[in-house]
């Protein structure tokens, strides 16, 4: 069983930065993949990025492509996503997830409990 625990959400202004962490808990981490899902108010959630077990490999929605990066420390057990240049329309809850399967789009296993980002306009 792995728990995934999110934190470094908040109410930033438009064009600010935020990075987001994720501390999983379980010696089984680096052999999943990760992702940062998001939920908008209204919509369905989202996949936003998603890195592959050693962190050589990323993906992103084309909505944050360039303005967020995915990481990970494998050694730490934490996932990252750097937020930058943020837009009202980022203003989401934010999840992650690890999975067992090699697909970036899922399915996943493990869910965080979500973070709240708030972008002010």
């Known amino acids: 069983q792995v728990q995934l625990l999110e934190s470094g959400g908040g109410l930033v202004q438009a064009g600010g930065s935020l990075r987001l962490s994720c501390a999983a808990s379980?010696?089984?981490?680096?052999?999943?993949?990760m992702g940062w899902f998001r939920q908008r108010p209204g919509k369905e959630r989202e996949l936003v990025a998603a890195i592959g077990w050693s962190g050589s490999s990323t993906i992103y929605s084309d909505s944050v492509k360039g303005r967020f990066t995915i990481s990970r420390d494998n050694a730490k057990n934490t996932v990252y996503l750097q937020m930058s240049s943020l837009k009202f329309a980022d203003t989401a809850v934010y999840y992650c997830?690890?999975?067992?399967?090699?697909?970036?789009?899922?399915?996943?296993?493990?869910w965080g409990q979500g973070t709240q980002v708030t972008v002010s306009s």
């Open positions: 379980g010696r089984t981490f680096s052999s999943y993949v």
């Open positions: 997830a690890g999975g067992k399967s090699s697909n970036y789009r899922g399915p996943y296993d493990y």
